[in-house]
């Protein structure tokens, strides 16, 4: 039986329930790394995520890799975050990234995550490609199956759903100089890809990514970028992408929260002007 959170609660109806709509709000964050702070295994950073996206009335959430900081977490812990997660009042998609990858001992296979009936685990739940038909969203990703390096971005398919998202947990080659990095994500694949918005996951800072072809972004994890990315899809690209201040830890009234958001401009696209 799932138990309910009255941490997080609706302030705004998903398009499922308003019905379909021309563009969705998708909520995007990363990196945040539950377990790493001298083995506190704090669920603050995850609460704070779930409370932002809901407030502002986002119809789903992507968490773009390294969610856990590593594989070996108490059991207690993975059920908690289990519950969290399945208590969303909107659909929530999780790609394994480096730090929590898909080995046999991974997060995921031993903790639940995907258990709830609106939680997507690529790797667990489904393969590369995860369809939420009720509003009309797809989502295509690799998720890092051990701890080797692979290519995160290769081989995106083409359009299989009106809003269409990559996501994947890499590293931008920006430079030349970074060409000896692990999963590597260059410019050239970005734009080849076939998406409304590419969620990216891998780096602390938020910023976009690329050339601008396909509108690609970091999130920055919830504990050094303090944001999370939200992003319009339109089924032909993103009509905004605007960072917005996370939700303060812990438990608080949605209403006195809303009042204190701090919104950020939208994100420049290198090359936009």
Not at 44 to 50: M, N, T
Not at 253 to 266: G, K, P, T, V
């Amino acid at each position: 039986m799932r138990v309910q959170n009255s941490d997080v609660e609706s302030t705004a109806g998903s398009s499922e329930q308003q019905g379909h709509s021309s563009e969705l709000l998708l909520a995007h964050s990363s990196d945040l790394h539950i377990g790493n702070h001298s083995g506190i295994e704090d669920l603050g950073s995850l609460r704070s995520v779930i409370q932002t996206s809901v407030a502002e009335g986002a119809d789903a959430l992507v968490l773009a890799g390294d969610i856990f900081d590593h594989n070996r977490l108490r059991l207690e812990v993975l059920d908690a975050a289990a519950r969290l997660l399945g208590d969303a009042p909107i659909p929530v998609v999780v790609l394994p990234g480096n730090h929590d990858c898909l080995v046999p001992s991974s997060v995921y296979r031993r903790g639940g995550i995907g258990d709830p009936d609106n939680v997507y685990v690529f790797g667990v739940t489904d393969d590369d490609r995860i369809e939420i038909p009720e509003l009309g969203l797809g989502f295509w990703g690799k998720p890092h199956v051990d701890y080797g390096s692979m290519s995160p971005l290769r081989d995106a398919p083409v359009r299989f759903a009106e809003h269409q998202v990559a996501v994947a947990h890499g590293h931008w080659l920006e430079h030349g100089r970074d060409e000896h990095r692990s999963w590597l994500i260059t410019s050239e694949e970005m734009a080849a890809v076939d998406a409304d918005y590419i969620a990216l996951g891998h780096w602390d800072r938020a910023t976009p990514a690329g050339d601008g072809s396909t509108p690609a972004y970091y999130s920055g994890s919830p504990d050094l970028a303090g944001t999370l990315n939200l992003a319009g899809l339109n089924g032909s690209g993103a009509d905004h992408v605007r960072r917005v201040k996370l939700l303060p830890w812990g438990k608080r009234e949605a209403a006195d929260l809303a009042r204190e958001r701090e919104q950020f401009s939208s994100f420049q696209v290198p090359g936009s002007g």
